[in-house]
């Protein structure tokens, strides 16, 4: 949520809370609202009843200013997102600002499920640019859109205090550029995930190409149920085509395969490929959570 001002009314902390929720949501809570201010101004004093007869009325407006803007809000996001997806081949990642840069990583957890708070402003942000929320779980996310330099350990170990600090449940760092060696193996072993700018483009790359097959699955689905409207009810089944999986490590080798559920969260996994131990180069299915969940099974399942 972005840092307001000590001297802010009561009027702009509403819209600015209500820019941070979801717009249908802010429409539903000016609504409520509105009826709860009516009903305390009918049973109020005379003197008290202009009070909440001017909250009956300003607290709702604000509300809903505050689900305009968090609508068009939502549009840049997604919006900037289309753009980086649509041009994977240029080096758009080192172009845009640094709160372009957050919103963008913002959007593409967003748009796998996870409920997204951003820190925002101007100011200094703890270590902590957006805090991430899925199944009850806390990731706290840093990102560094850094051109040429390479994120150390130094970074990895702040957050790692951060992260112990506050309880969360892990920790992201996203960066533009790369990490080092001694960044990646202080990592390997802690609930950190390490995304540098090649594995920032496969993600955003298959977020993407997700949401085009949801897309194109709900049309086909709106036109069966036209054409079922119109012809009697068929018994023939037909098979949806399995998702298109990159795996992590192998850019660029798509592999055909259905997607198991993790036998842990019951969340989708992804084929993955092993570095180490007697597995190495082998592959296997493991959830899409990790490291929050560390559910694995073998391949093909």
């Known amino acids: 949520m972005g840092r307001t001002r000590k001297n802010d009314s009561v009027i702009v ?14 429409l539903v809570l000016g609504a409520a609202l509105y009826f709860v201010f009516g009903h305390l101004r009918q049973g109020a004093q005379v003197m008290l009843q202009p009070i909440f007869f001017a909250c009956q009325l300003g607290v709702p407006l604000a509300c809903v200013i505050g689900a305009i803007v968090s609508a068009v809000r939502r549009r840049k996001r997604r919006q900037h997102f289309d753009r980086v997806a649509a041009n994977p081949e240029q080096d758009s990642l080192q172009q845009m600002s640094w709160r372009d840069f957050e919103v963008l990583v913002g959007e593409a957890f967003r748009l796998q499920g996870y409920e997204v708070e951003e820190n925002g402003g101007g100011g200094p942000d703890g270590g902590i640019d957006l805090v991430l929320w899925q199944g009850g779980q806390k990731h706290i996310v840093q990102c560094k859109r850094w051109k040429t330099y390479r994120v150390g350990p130094e970074i990895v170990r702040e957050q790692y205090g951060i992260m112990t600090a506050i309880g969360a449940d892990g ?22 995930r390490l995304i540098d700018g090649p594995e920032l483009r496969r993600l955003i790359a298959q977020v993407q190409a997700k949401r085009s097959q949801t897309s194109s699955a709900q049309k086909v689905g709106q036109a069966k149920s036209t054409t079922t409207a119109k012809a009697p009810r068929s018994t023939k089944f037909t098979p949806i085509e399995p998702e298109l999986l990159v795996e992590p490590g192998l850019a660029g080798t798509p592999a055909i395969a259905p997607e198991p559920s993790c036998p842990r969260c019951q969340q989708t996994m ?3 490929t092993a570095k180490m131990g007697s597995m190495a180069g082998k592959s296997f299915w493991g959830c899409s959570t990790f490291p929050a969940c560390r559910g694995t099974r073998p391949y093909p399942a």
Not at 14 to 25: D, F, G, M, Q, T
């Open 270 to 272: 992804v084929l993955r």
């Open 13 to 26: 902390l509403i819209v600015e809370l209500c820019a941070e929720l979801p717009w249908w949501v802010s």
């Open 171 to 192: 920790a992201v760092i996203v960066t533009s550029g790369h990490f080092t060696e001694a960044a990646k193996q202080f990592a390997r072993n802690l609930p950190i």
